[in-house]
């Protein structure tokens, strides 16, 4: 097995001291580490001491021009496996959020498409302040992982709250959990679907009825988005078309957010063409015939209102019933049914022109819409296969391994 390789961002705070017994234990535990500080965190620690635990040259600025030319922050970026930021302060979660890039430690932030461990460390009242909050979940929103902060005694005194970073034993768990999901299976040679789109329907669509109310549905979109992410895991390009869900943005994979059904077909019809295409958005079966551009008023004059509703487009259809050449040469539907679940799915396989049909039983109490476990039947030319109850992320990645073997048997290489 190769080398598993880290970069190490260690941001300006009294923690950046844990860093070498960071560095010392995950070179134990067969990590190479290389290490780009900021500088405010040579106030710290030395370059000289990390470089000498690490055993690797500590890079430190941007613009030195020596540097720069032989290795660069875009180079840094794609020879990591894995970038953890240790301490992230206040200043460099902000901006991490704000998409800064002033010194070489943002550069790299912002141009690399690796996961990103980041361990918090400041006063309880910076953490807790709105602004770090804010920052914390956008930085979460962007795929990025947290380890901590921890609660506890900080190094001012009379000082206690959540603000302490993870210890080195903690953040090394924190590594080794993320080479499991995401790393460990695709480093090397398996990345299957590099070189292939992905496209990818999730959520519910929102059909406005006036400005401020529309019509909607229970989806929450976690099943499109772990395949989305499990796509990305495989090398694959991944376009996300998604309607409205608040999920976190899957690392890597491009999202387009819609509103509408109709908005969702014409992106899904400019992300053509692509090697597989999956139909996992519960898209509204019908629209408001004549949304109104004012909100629509109660009061005495007006009689209560009568929705009258026209269907709206079938994306699924459209891409299954494309002319060859558009059609990617997979298409996958799901249907969520309450009744005769492999029965409506069989027809919906035919009527829609998908080549598979992933079946589930969204009766209320399976608990599967919104809920995170998903119990499937893959009908398919062949016949159905039911697989039993797993978490969303297992269907994912289990339909994703299903998907790159069949594009390696039945198409050409990528
Ligand atoms: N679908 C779509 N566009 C629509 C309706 C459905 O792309 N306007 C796709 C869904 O993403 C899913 C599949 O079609 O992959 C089946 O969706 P489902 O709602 O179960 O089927 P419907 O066609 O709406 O049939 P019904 O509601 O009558 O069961």
């Known amino acids: 097995m190769r080398e598993r390789r880290l970069l190490l961002i260690i941001g300006g705070g009294i923690a950046a001291y844990k860093c070498l017994e960071l560095i010392r234990r995950a070179r134990e535990r067969g990590f190479s580490v290389r290490t780009v ?45 894995l970038i953890v930021v240790a301490p992230a302060t206040a200043d460099l979660m ?28 400041m006063n309880p009242r910076m953490w807790q302040h709105a602004a770090t909050q804010r920052n914390a979940a956008t930085l979460e929103a962007d795929g990025i992982h947290f380890i901590g902060p921890n609660a506890g005694e900080m190094a001012e005194r009379n000082e206690a709250g959540p603000g302490r970073m993870a210890e080195p034993h903690e953040i090394l768990a924190a590594i080794e959990r ?52 499990a796509a ?24 387009s957010h819609v509103e509408s059904a109709r908005e969702m077909l014409a992106t899904v019809e400019a992300a053509l063409p692509a090697d597989v295409g999956i139909f996992t958005a519960a898209v509204a079966d019908w629209r408001v015939a004549d949304a109104s551009n004012q909100k629509i008023k109660k009061d005495a004059k007006h009689a209560t209102p009568t929705l009258s509703l026209v269907e709206n487009p079938d994306i699924l259809k459209t891409v299954g019933q494309a002319k060859a050449g558009r059609r990617p040469p997979l298409v996958v539907g799901f249907a969520a049914e309450t009744d005769n679940v492999l029965e409506n799915a069989k027809k919906k396989r035919k009527s829609k022109g998908a ?16 809920g995170d476990r998903n119990a499937v039947h893959i009908v398919s030319a062949e016949g159905v296969e039911s697989w039993p109850d797993m978490d969303k992320g297992d269907v994912a990645r289990q339909l994703m391994d299903r998907v790159a073997a069949w594009l390696a048997e039945n198409t050409g290489e990528a």
């Open 232 to 255: 990305r895991a495989l090398g694959a390009r991944v376009t996300l078309i998604s309607g409205p869900t608040g999920l976190p943005i899957p690392h890597g994979v491009f999202v």
């Open 355 to 370: 080549d598979w049909i992933v079946a589930n039983d969204v009766s209320p109490a399976t608990g599967i819409m919104g």
């Open 37 to 81: 500080m900021t500088k405010a965190a040579q106030a710290f620690v030395t370059p000289l001491s990390v470089s000498a635990i690490s055993n690797e040259r500590v890079l430190t600025e941007l613009f030195d021009v020596d540097e720069e030319r032989e290795i660069g922050h875009i180079r840094l970026s794609r020879e990591a496996d």
């Open 178 to 229: 993320l080479w499991g999901d995401e790393i460990a299976n695709h480093i090397g040679a398996t990345q299957p679907l590099a070189g292939r789109h992905v496209l990818i329907t999730a959520g519910p669509t929102h059909e406005p009825i006036d400005p401020v109310r529309y019509i909607a549905n229970r989806s929450s979109g976690k099943q499109g988005y772990a395949l989305a992410a």
């Open 94 to 121: 902000a901006k991490m959020a704000g998409g800064h890039a002033d010194d070489l430690a943002t550069a790299v932030l912002l141009a690399t498409d690796k996961p990103v461990l980041i361990a918090p460390a």
